[in-house]
């Protein structure tokens, strides 16, 4: 059975850091693409960053590049998301997701329908 549970979330101030944490299981984590994602109420859910599968290449949102950075790790069947610089406008509840890989534009893992395996979310509250 696929299963994605994420971990790390919490409240934060302005500037702080998080490290959010996907362990999967499940399935052979190397065919799959990772990605984050972050549901706000009252919009669509956005990609935040993804990660091909054998690493082979990321994305980010613009508004987060150069303060998170995503990273996996064949050893433990995990996704990090280090969250760094963080903003008010960082929060949400933040998903993990996998789909099957590997995509030949990494850029097009941040759309979230394809995906059809998700975590139950860990809630980030950035704010002072």
């Known amino acids: 059975q696929l299963q994605l549970v994420e971990s790390g979330g919490g409240l934060v101030q302005p500037g702080g850091s998080l490290r959010l944490s996907c362990a999967v299981s499940?399935?052979?984590?190397?065919?799959?693409?990772i990605g984050w994602f972050r549901q706000v109420p009252g919009k669509e859910r956005e990609g935040v960053s993804c990660?091909?599968?054998?690493?082979?290449?990321?994305y980010y949102k613009d508004s987060v590049k150069g303060r998170f950075t995503i990273s996996r790790h064949n050893t433990n069947n995990t996704v990090y998301l280090q969250m760094n610089s963080l903003k008010p406008e960082d929060t949400g509840v933040y998903y993990c997701?996998?789909?099957?890989?590997?995509?030949?534009?990494?850029?097009?893992?941040?759309?979230?329908?394809?995906?059809?395996?998700w975590g139950q979310g860990t809630q980030v509250t950035v704010s002072s």
């Open positions: 990660i091909n599968n054998r690493n082979a290449g990321t």
């Open positions: 997701a996998a789909r099957a890989g590997p995509l030949l534009q990494i850029r097009l893992c941040a759309d979230w329908r394809p995906y059809s395996n």
């Open positions: 499940g399935f052979t984590f190397n065919y799959y693409v």
